[in-house]
T-cell receptor, first 117, second 110 residues
């Protein structure tokens, strides 16, 4: 099946620093990737839709200047958490669908657990 | 936008019994309804899905039903086993963009 690789799997950073998370589709091209956030014991919440070659679309309540998304190629999207604070500590996970939309499911990366201290 | 509600939030079943999780959605444009299983600390894994032109789908011990008129869909797990213990999420949407239910913690006791 299709593989989505997310890196890093976990990261600890100091408050005020920035963290970059990568989402790669390894064996298919993804014009669209989605970024979700999951707080402990809560559901996955869509943060933004990442479109290759254009600006990301953010869900209501998500600060676009804080969560920078770059989708520079058909296989890579990055999420940068800028000036991270403890309340940004969460499980971030991406998903991707292929160019033609033939695959009827979104494939998830393994997720990144971010801890801000 | 889409709003998905999922019930129950926790479900405890005896090994061998059946488990049923129910979800409702609000957006009639949603045409794809996947179910994910998430074990502690791991990514969600797709276990079964159903499209809007199908009313029921079965895969071994797992089945999903969809009532498009009423905008609800359900997950059925038969002959539950301890390894079925996990959090299950329903989702509704289209083209890979989903809204997820709040999740159901399923505990299967031997």
């Amino acid at each position: 099946g299709a593989v989505v690789s997310q890196h890093p799997s976990w990261v600890i950073c100091k408050s005020g620093t920035s963290v970059k998370i990568e989402c790669r589709s390894l064996d298919f091209q993804a014009t669209t990737m989605f970024w979700y956030r999951q707080f402990p014991k809560q559901s996955l919440m869509l943060m933004a839709t990442s479109n290759e070659g254009s600006k990301a679309t953010y869900e209501q309540g998500v600060e676009k200047d804080k969560f920078l998304i770059n989708h520079a190629s058909l296989t890579l999207s990055t999420l940068t958490v800028t000036s991270a604070h403890p309340e940004d500590s969460s499980f971030y996970i991406c998903s991707a669908r292929d160019v033609g939309g033939i695959l009827k499911e979104a494939f998830f990366g393994q997720g990144t657990r971010l801890t801000v201290v | 936008g889409e709003n998905v509600e999922q019930h129950p939030s926790t479900l405890s079943v005896q090994e061998g019994d059946s488990a049923v999780i129910k979800c409702t959605y609000s957006d009639s444009a949603s045409n794809y309804f996947p179910w994910y299983k998430q074990e502690l600390g791991k990514r969600p894994q797709l276990i079964i899905d159903i499209r809007s032109n199908v009313g029921e789908k079965k895969d071994q011990r797992i089945a999903v039903t969809l009532n498009k008129t009423a905008k609800h869909f359900s997950l059925h797990i038969t002959e539950t086993q301890p390894e079925d213990s996990a959090v299950y999420f329903c989702a509704a949407g289209s083209w890979g963009k989903f809204q997820f239910g709040a999740g159901t913690q399923v505990v299967v006791t031997p």
